[in-house]
């Protein structure tokens, strides 16, 4: 790969790219499957960073130390190549790193704890009209706040019964609150359709039952999810994981 596109990648990231700059990028992106794969790397280890540190004065300085190294190899139209390649291992071993401290840190028994909380996307995100009661559940469960988005994704899921992101998100704020069976009950609906979320169903229905220390049932549902789907790795290396 071009390593120029490392700075592309940074740049589009960022929010730094033109609208002209992002359409290209993002033809080429189509086309270019190393370009995709440098392209996640970096992602994952920015969300690494992002999701994995805990909010203290240690992430800050890092955060600030990342953006001053990110002003120097990327805010100049000449990029020095070795300076590129330099950053991008960094910020990757860096990551890989401080998530190997904290993730796996023997203090830290709970294995379901080492995966990021899901988020909710917006309406605009997702092409589709907006209601208050999804605002505020959105609002609630990106803070973590499950059992406040609760009700909102209850009248949601009254107001269409059938509406895979409202019941997948009211599952995992079951998980999120324990209350498993009800958890259980929203999730095996996605499971049973033909959704984007019928894998991430079947994780979620894995660790509910993980959480009641049953890992033969845990162990079933993780095996459940195929090698093609998006959540394959993580399932996989939640069962390596979770000792027998």
């Given at each position: 790969?071009?390593?120029?596109?490392?700075?592309?990648?940074?740049?589009?990231?960022?929010?730094?790219?033109?609208?002209?700059?992002?359409?290209?990028?993002?033809?080429?992106?189509?086309?270019?499957?190393?370009l995709?794969?440098?392209?996640?790397?970096?992602?994952?280890?920015?969300?690494?960073?992002?999701k994995?540190?805990?909010?203290?004065?240690?992430?800050d300085?890092?955060r600030?130390?990342?953006?001053?190294?990110?002003?120097?190899?990327?805010?100049?139209?000449?990029?020095?190549?070795?300076?590129?390649?330099?950053?991008?291992?960094?910020?990757?071993a860096t990551?890989?790193?401080?998530?190997?401290?904290?993730?796996?840190?023997?203090?830290?028994?709970?294995?379901?704890?080492?995966?990021?909380?899901?988020?909710?996307?917006?309406?605009?995100e997702?092409?589709?009209?907006?209601?208050?009661?999804?605002?505020?559940?959105?609002?609630?469960?990106?803070?973590?706040?499950?059992?406040?988005?609760?009700?909102?994704?209850?009248?949601?899921?009254?107001?269409?019964?059938?509406?895979?992101?409202?019941?997948?998100?009211?599952?995992v704020?079951?998980?999120?609150?324990?209350?498993?069976?009800?958890?259980r009950?929203?999730?095996?609906?996605?499971y049973?359709?033909?959704s984007?979320?019928?894998?991430?169903?079947?994780?979620?229905?894995?660790?509910?039952?993980?959480?009641q220390?049953d890992k033969?049932?845990?162990k079933?549902?993780?095996?459940?999810?195929?090698?093609?789907?998006a959540?394959?790795?993580?399932?996989?290396?939640?069962?390596?994981?979770?000792?027998?």
């Open positions: 790969m071009n390593e120029q596109d490392y700075v592309y990648i940074d740049q589009y990231l960022s929010g730094d790219m033109t609208p002209e700059e992002k359409a290209a990028f993002e033809q080429k992106l189509a086309s270019d499957p190393n995709q794969a440098n392209l996640v790397e970096w992602q994952n280890a920015n969300d690494q960073l992002k994995t540190l805990l909010p203290d004065e240690t992430r300085h890092l600030a130390k990342l953006e001053d190294h990110r002003a120097t190899y990327f805010a100049q139209e000449k990029v020095s190549v070795r300076g590129v390649r330099r950053m991008v291992y960094s910020a990757i990551a890989a790193v401080i998530a190997s401290v904290l993730l796996f840190a023997p203090w830290n028994k709970d294995i379901t704890k080492r995966y990021p909380p899901v988020e909710m996307s917006s309406a605009t997702r092409g589709v009209a907006s209601t208050t009661a999804m605002e505020k559940a959105q609002a609630y469960f990106n803070k973590s706040k499950y059992a406040e988005a609760l009700p909102y994704l209850n009248e949601e899921v009254q107001r269409n019964p059938k509406d895979a992101f409202s019941l997948y998100h009211r599952g704020a079951y998980y999120q609150t324990a209350q498993y069976d009800l958890a009950a929203d999730l095996l609906q996605i049973n359709g033909e984007l979320f019928k894998y991430e169903g079947a994780f979620y229905i894995g660790l509910s039952y993980y959480k220390k033969k049932l845990c079933e549902w993780l095996e459940k999810i195929p090698s093609t789907a959540n394959y790795l993580k399932a996989q290396r939640f069962l390596k994981e979770m000792k027998p």
